[in-house]
């Protein structure tokens, strides 16, 4: 719902909005003829150097035949398993990390000084300590006080009761539960930080004509910021957001260092104990880029909906 049109919406003579060019142009120019060729000419350059630098048998067919091996037990290869424990972190990991973002995000446009005062140290303090510190300082000092102030020691330590289909597909089985809660709360509170960063310079670049707009209408706070505000400021900052989307599940690997089961830790181990490193590892990077680009193209698609909704509201 936009209350009142800006001049950034390309309208016709008519007011009405002017079609948009779905159509994607792979018509290449000479340029693009030009860098096509210089970096083909790179890779074989690559390529060639490298089978007459390094004399190495590659395994790929031993590789393969590794990751996709069922585990001792009879379950899902050990890999599969990894791949699965990312993705599962890095979902809760986004769910989280949004959530916790907006209420900073809001936080931090208090009309109370000590909220703001809170938001902001929180931002600056996640933001300016390297994520590899932080895991360690939250996984050593923190995670350990943490469940059982929350009451969560019998859940994760204790848990004698059955695990239903449910259960294993959204948190994995019930010995893995407090590195799961561990990991989400890692990569979440870091992400939280620039997400909320995000959000803030989005509501920032709401033109003051919306708000006054939204006050005319006799909305109330949460319907102003509900129907008005966030869903133009969402169309502004899905691109920014999908790319700290997208580094949640490549930070998701940071916390192999604390043993969660995740592909990195997963794979470290497949290539540590079978000696095809190159192999594994590269692997380990194939998947990681599907991952990311499979993330990346449906927030593409997410933001030319989200565009046109906007432009039709």
């Not at 693009?32 to 190495?56: K, M, Q, T």
């Not at 035949?65 to 791949?83: A, V």
Request: charged share 10%; aromatic share 14%; glycine share 6%.
């Amino acid at each position: 719902m936009t209350v009142a049109k800006t001049s950034c919406h390309s309208t016709s003579q008519a007011g009405s909005p002017l079609p948009v060019n779905r159509r994607f142009n792979f018509k290449l120019n000479k340029l693009d003829i030009i860098l096509l060729i210089i970096i083909g000419c790179f890779i074989s350059w690559l390529v060639y150097r490298s089978s007459i630098g390094i004399h190495y048998n590659w395994h790929w067919h031993q590789a393969f035949k590794l990751i996709f091996t069922n585990s001792k037990d009879g379950g899902i290869p050990y890999f599969m398993q990894g791949i699965i424990s990312t993705i599962r972190v890095s979902i809760w990991g986004m769910i989280f990390a949004a959530t916790f973002g907006l209420l900073i995000a809001l936080a931090h446009r208090s009309s109370f000084k000590i909220i703001q005062l809170i938001a902001s140290s929180y931002i600056q303090l996640l933001r300016n300590i390297p994520p590899l510190v932080f895991v360690f300082i939250f996984y050593f000092f923190i995670s350990n006080q943490l469940v059982p102030l929350l009451g969560l020691s019998d859940l994760f330590r204790h848990y004698n009761g059955s695990e239903n289909i449910l259960q294993i597909v959204l948190f994995g089985h019930s010995n893995l539960w407090e590195n799961l809660f561990s990991g989400v709360l890692c990569v979440g509170l870091i992400a939280a930080a620039y997400i909320a960063e995000i959000i803030r310079s989005g509501i920032d670049t709401i033109s003051k004509g919306q708000w006054e707009a939204a006050d005319s209408l006799g909305l109330s706070t949460y319907s102003r910021f509900r129907f008005v505000i966030f869903p133009q400021a969402l169309t502004a900052i899905i691109p920014t957001l999908a790319g700290q989307f997208i580094s949640i599940v490549k930070d998701s690997s940071i916390i192999s260092l604390i043993s969660i089961q995740e592909m990195t830790f997963t794979g470290s181990e497949i290539a540590n104990s079978s000696g095809f490193i190159f192999e594994i590892w590269l692997i380990v990077g194939a998947v990681y880029f599907i991952l990311c680009f499979s993330l990346s193209l449906l927030f593409r698609k997410l933001e030319k909906y989200s565009s046109r909704h906007l432009q039709h509201s």
